[in-house]
């Protein structure tokens, strides 16, 4: 079968770092993506792993583990424009299909 | 500018209607795909296609139906058979079927009447 995994819902401080972590299972692995999703809203690309590591991006970093089937999103210095549902999706091998999580609810207090 | 376009934004359904939502993309993209977010329940695919007259069933078919005709255009019709309609509709794009991001229209919420 097939299955992504994340929390549903976190909750940051503003300033503070926080890790999202997102867990799979699928038929071949062609990928990974991180979106970003305002409530309302289109979701909006943040990053893409194909390769076993870390790629940063700014205040954003994503990691990935091929053999773990396991990748997190590391949002630092956070803002409270980052609150936002946060997608993992992963592209299967077997079609090409990209498949998503059900998201996670990132919620920053001042 | 280039992008995706989903219209309309907001959609009313009666009961035994079809209704088609609107996609199109000026980016030269070849793989065009529809997606339906119900809360809680993180995007699901409904239909995809790689290139021009030529589509696949995503994992929620069953009530929908598409055409690609036209690079530019991916239509979704929602038929009187999807009996639950209600969701946010997301049409997207890539620039080729592998590697590549995708890139998403701004979403068409429809509700029944």
């Known amino acids: 079968g097939q299955n992504i995994d994340q929390p549903t819902e976190m909750t940051a401080t503003e300033g503070a770092i926080v890790q999202i972590n997102c867990t799979y299972q699928t038929s071949g692995f062609n990928g990974l993506f991180w979106y970003q999703q305002h409530a309302g809203e289109a979701p909006t690309f943040l990053s893409y792993?194909?390769?076993?590591g870390l790629e940063e991006k700014g205040r954003f970093s994503s990691f990935l583990s091929r053999s773990k089937g396991y990748s997190y999103l590391l949002l630092k210095e956070l803002q409270m424009k980052d609150s936002a549902s946060y997608l993992c999706?992963?592209?299967?091998?077997?079609?090409?299909?990209?498949?998503f999580g059900k998201g996670t609810r990132l919620h920053i207090l001042p | 500018d280039g992008g995706i376009t989903q219209s309309p934004k907001y959609l009313f359904r009666k009961e035994g209607q079809n209704v088609t939502l609107s996609c199109e993309q000026n980016?030269?993209?070849?793989?065009m795909y529809w997606y339906r977010q119900d809360p809680g329940q993180g995007l699901r695919l409904i239909y995809y296609s790689q290139i021009v007259n030529d589509f696949q069933k995503g994992d929620i078919a069953e009530g929908y139906s598409v055409s690609r005709e036209k690079k530019e255009s991916f239509p979704l019709t929602v038929t009187s058979a999807q009996k639950n309609p209600t969701a946010f509709y997301l049409c997207?794009?890539?620039?080729?079927?592998?590697?590549?991001?995708?890139?998403f229209g701004s979403g068409t919420q429809l509700s029944v009447l």
């Open positions: 980016l030269n993209h070849d793989a």
């Open positions: 997207a794009s890539s620039a080729t079927a592998t590697n590549e991001k995708l890139f």
């Open positions: 792993n194909v390769l076993d």
């Open positions: 999706a992963v592209r299967r091998g077997r079609d090409d299909k990209i498949i």
